[in-house]
């Protein structure tokens, strides 16, 4: 089987992993992961879609949804001090101190430059797309960036692959995806496509190689 193109998921992958980006975000704030993905749960109810689907598919904007969220951990904490927290502009302060994942960056240039197409898979929002890029710093150098709020489809469903795919000219059997989340791997997979599920940096990075015949930096 030919393999020509690799994904990268961002959010897990080439940033810190979720439980370190709540923590983080807790220490910010005082707001606990706890808590805040309760409220995201809460919004994402309320919306009619699963946890940020409708900020990773631009239905609301950060502002309206921030706002949602506020309400939400209001109602199930009263008394709650969010004094320190910045809902309005949630990207900024989520990614704000935070550094990449850096194995994972240096297996991505690793990749570019032993001539394979490289891009961005990743479920993401409008507003936190400047935050996120500058966080990584590669988001110029990969090929393309294949990002949820702007094709209006997320992963898991079957039609972010087929788009992605597509941009880069790529069949499916071309194409392998590494992805924190095992839903979207077993998605990709039924896809055609070869998958790599990300739980740890040096599995992460040794299946990789397999899967690509480039020697793993770890």
């Not at 030919?2 to 810190?16: A, I």
């Not at 009619?48 to 949602?68: C, Q």
Request: hydrophobic share 45%; charged share 25%.
């Amino acid at each position: 089987m030919t393999l020509k193109t690799v994904w990268f998921d961002f959010g897990g992958v080439l940033s810190p992993p979720i439980p370190e980006l709540f923590d983080a975000y807790h220490r910010k704030t005082g707001v606990t992961g706890e808590q805040l993905w309760a409220a995201m749960e809460d919004v994402g109810a309320e919306l009619g879609m699963p946890g940020l689907a409708a900020l990773e598919v631009a239905a609301v904007t950060e502002i309206d949804w921030g706002r949602r969220v506020a309400r939400s951990l209001a109602r199930r904490h009263p008394g709650i001090d969010l004094s320190r927290c910045e809902f309005e502009t949630f990207g900024r302060q989520w990614f704000g101190g935070l550094e990449p994942n850096f194995l994972m960056i240096s297996t991505l240039r690793q990749l570019c430059d032993a001539g394979f197409t490289v891009g961005l898979l990743t479920n993401n929002v409008v507003e936190w797309e400047p935050h996120w890029k500058e966080l990584i710093g590669v988001a110029d150098d990969v090929a393309t960036v294949i990002d949820s709020c702007k094709v209006g489809v997320r992963k898991p469903d079957p039609k972010i692959f087929h788009v992605a795919a597509e941009a880069v000219g790529s069949r499916a059997s071309d194409c392998l995806l590494i992805d924190d989340v095992l839903e979207n791997c077993e998605a990709a997979r039924r896809e055609g496509w070869q998958a790599v599920h990300f739980q740890s940096d040096i599995q992460a990075a040794r299946d990789i190689a397999f899967h690509t015949g480039v020697p793993s930096i770890v």
